[in-house]
């Protein structure tokens, strides 16, 4: 797998990877001060996991996605328009954005890059968030691959700053960065444990294939030899959001 193509896993994506609580963007709209009809971008929308919860809302959302197999597992989605753009190319207006927001996507960005891009498009006042799935790095099905993944690919190590952002936010120049958390459960099997992590995108293109379907074949097996069959897998959905200055 090539570092930031997901062709080859696009449905699994879809089918395994955990969406986000309601909660959350009622949490945010709110923070933000939203209303009805102000423009949001999502970067790195994939497969809409995030989006499926901002639409509705009454939000004009352009959610933003490079891959074209990505792009066709989004349903069609009430104030929502799907359309290619990357980090590197948004097509954003200067000052034309009220919210931005990437959600497990930021990783794939170039932040020295690209995040004067992102705050160009932003209107003065409005802000960026960066939102992850944090897994329960204590849950048994989690200590299992941590390990799997040190032994099969002892070169891959997560950017540790994605799980706190805000320094590279102040850094970037936007001010007053926030954290918001909203812990939530998902509904796990065996099956859907490996296939989700079949779509690590970076710690497959570390990888190989021939060390990741090792790692995915030992990470079944170890799952099956402890009983973990089905389970509910905590999440923390972490949100940090930083604003333009005015």
């Known amino acids: 797998m090539e570092r930031g193509d997901f062709t080859s896993v696009a449905q699994d ?68 328009r799907v359309r290619a753009g990357s980090f590197a190319e948004p097509g954003l207006a200067t000052s034309s954005m009220c919210w931005i927001v990437a959600a497990q996507s930021f990783q794939f960005a170039d932040a020295e890059r690209d995040l004067p891009r992102l705050i160009e498009a932003l209107r003065p006042g409005a802000a960026l968030s960066i939102i992850g799935n944090l897994r329960d790095p204590e849950h048994p099905a989690v200590r299992l691959l941590t390990g799997l993944s040190a032994r099969h690919v002892p070169r891959f190590s997560p950017s540790a700053h994605l799980r706190d952002p805000r320094a590279l936010l102040l850094r970037s120049g936007l001010v007053d960065p926030v954290l918001d958390e909203e812990h939530h459960a998902v509904p796990m099997t065996r099956e859907r444990f490996v296939a989700m992590v079949s779509t690590f995108n970076l710690l497959a293109a570390a990888a190989g294939e021939e060390a990741m379907g090792a ?32």
């Not at 709209?29 to 499926?52: I, K, N, S």
């Not at 389970?231 to 005015?246: G, I």
């Open 215 to 246: 790692l995915l074949a030992d990470l079944e097996a170890g799952l099956a030899a402890s009983g973990w069959h089905r389970w509910d897998m905590p999440l923390r959905a972490r949100a940090v959001t930083a604003w333009r200055p005015t």
């Open 13 to 80: 994506y879809a089918a395994t990877r955990p969406g986000y609580p309601a909660a959350l963007a009622d949490r945010l709209v709110a923070r933000l001060g939203l209303q009805p009809g102000d423009p949001v971008a999502e970067l790195g929308a994939g497969t809409g996991l995030f989006t499926r919860v901002l639409a509705g809302r009454g939000l004009d959302v352009v959610a933003l996605e490079p891959n074209a197999a990505m792009r066709a597992e989004v349903p069609p989605l009430e104030g929502v």
